[in-house]
């Protein structure tokens, strides 16, 4: 089986965001049980702990971090733009090797925000735009979603014909 799907770990059921928790989705485990999509989580790939500071991205976008015009900041202070690129990088390299199409990311996150992620200034406040592996893999070819976007009708085109009919007749995603 060649999986299509590639899905946030958090959106899975494990506990890998910064603070610790999990952002489960009943669709992502689905889809992950079933062996239609397999998870990354660029953070841990890039080597960070668990929990870790919070990260933003500062002063400009995920596109003008690739250029090399913008960074990614923790709290405190530290520039961890490296270790955020790196974790692009792994996760585009696992999303190759498994002829991935499609990726479903949870949203808000430095990494793998697809409609938006937090303003930079440490305040809570967002404002559209991608994390920097949703970047990464939107200009590889790959179609990204954010988790808000996580629905059997759009998760549909992704699958195996043999799981079709069963997740469309599977009510608890609804
Ligand atoms: Fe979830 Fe992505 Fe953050 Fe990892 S980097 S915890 S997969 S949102």
Do not use: L, Q
């Given at each position: 089986k060649i999986a299509l799907i590639l899905i946030s770990s958090c959106l899975a059921?494990?506990?890998?965001?910064?603070?610790?928790s999990a952002a489960t989705n009943k669709l992502a485990v689905w889809l992950v049980t079933h062996g239609q999509a397999i998870t990354t989580c660029p953070e841990i790939m890039a080597?960070?702990?668990?929990?870790r500071s919070p990260a933003e991205i500062v002063n400009g976008t995920a596109s003008d971090v690739l250029d090399n015009k913008a960074i990614v900041q923790e709290?405190?202070?530290?520039?961890?733009t490296d270790k955020y690129r790196l974790g692009a990088d792994l996760v585009l390299k696992i999303a190759k090797e498994n002829h991935v199409t499609a990726a479903f990311l949870k949203d808000g996150?430095?990494?793998?925000?697809n409609c938006s992620v937090y303003?930079?200034?440490?305040?809570?406040q967002k404002i559209s735009g991608r994390g920097i592996t949703a970047e990464v893999l939107k200009k590889n070819g790959i179609k990204t979603f954010s988790d808000n976007e996580l629905s059997v009708e759009n998760v549909l085109p992704f699958v195996d014909d043999v799981v079709k009919e069963s997740l469309l007749n599977i009510t608890i995603f609804n």
């Open positions: 059921g494990f506990e890998v965001r910064y603070d610790g080597g960070f702990d668990i929990p709290i405190n202070g530290k520039n961890v996150s430095p990494s793998c925000g303003d930079g200034t440490f305040t809570g």
